[in-house]
Nanobody, 124 residues
Framework: QVQLVESGGGLVQAGGSLRLSCAVS????????MAWFRQAPGKEREFAAA????????YYGDSAKGRFTISRDNAKNTVYLQMNSLKPEDTAVYYC?????????????????WGQGTQVTVSS
């Protein structure tokens, strides 16, 4: 079983930055595809970013492209989401997700494991 624990959320002004972290335990971290999703109040959970098991390939949702960067540190069993130029519409609960499989990155159904989420609030 894989456990995911997110941290790093908080309140930030528009234009600011945050870095989210997701600590992974319970399985070899390097064998997992990792991703971040987000869910705003009253909306569906949407894909933000994903990172292949090798770490060489990254994938971004339209809202994240050019502003967010996903990365992983295999030595620390941690995946990060660096978020820059934040906007009020980025306000959401951000979830870390993991999969034992590769090749499918964008859909919620591709991930077997989920964290509890961390709140990000961007004020205008």
């Amino acid at each position: 079983q894989v456990q995911l624990v997110e941290s790093g959320g908080g309140l930030v002004q528009a234009g600011g930055s945050l870095r989210l972290s997701c600590a992974v335990s319970g399985r070899s971290f390097s064998s997992l595809t990792m991703a971040w999703f987000r869910q705003a109040p009253g909306k569906e959970r949407e894909f933000a970013a994903a990172l292949s098991r090798s770490g060489y390939s990254t994938y971004y949702g339209d809202s994240a492209k050019g502003r967010f960067t996903i990365s992983r540190d295999n030595a620390k069993n941690t995946v990060y989401l660096q978020m820059n130029s934040l906007k009020p519409e980025d306000t959401a609960v951000y979830y870390c997700a993991a999969s034992n499989f590769g090749g499918s990155y964008y859909g919620r159904g591709a991930y077997e494991y989920w964290g509890q989420g961390t709140q990000v609030t961007v004020s205008s």
